[in-house]
């Protein structure tokens, strides 16, 4: 079983970057793969971009490629969010997840431990 912990969530300008991380317990943590999800009032949970186990292989949403990175520190149990020229669209509840296994799965249906979420909010 593993626990996640989001932070670094904030309130920045269009155009602005900000490095969301997220802290996870447990001995198996380089078992699992790693997404992070966003949530925008009134929407669906949809997923950002995925890390698997290894690092190896990455998944990104159309909607940030480009101008997002994920990676992962097996050694610090942490997975981070890089977040380059941010837009109001992005504005949402950031969600990191976790399942045991090595599939870079989009669907959220596929991850079972979720953190409580840090909220980005991007002005325009």
């Known amino acids: 079983q593993v626990q996640l912990v989001e932070s670094g969530g904030g309130l920045v300008q269009a155009g602005d970057s900000l490095r969301l991380s997220c802290a996870a317990s447990?001995?198996?943590?380089?078992?699992?793969?790693l997404g992070w999800f966003r949530q925008a009032p009134g929407k669906e949970r949809e997923v950002v971009c995925v890390?698997?186990?290894?690092?190896?292989?990455?998944y990104y949403a159309d909607s940030v490629k480009g101008r997002f990175t994920i990676s992962r520190d097996n050694a610090k149990n942490t997975v981070y969010l890089q977040m380059n020229s941010l837009k109001p669209e992005d504005t949402a509840v950031y969600y990191c997840a976790a399942y045991w296994g090595g599939q870079a799965y989009s669907s959220r249906h596929y991850y079972d431990y979720w953190g409580q979420g840090t909220q980005v909010t991007v002005s325009s």
């Open positions: 447990g001995r198996t943590f380089s078992s699992y793969t």
């Open positions: 890390i698997t186990w290894s690092g190896t292989t990455t």
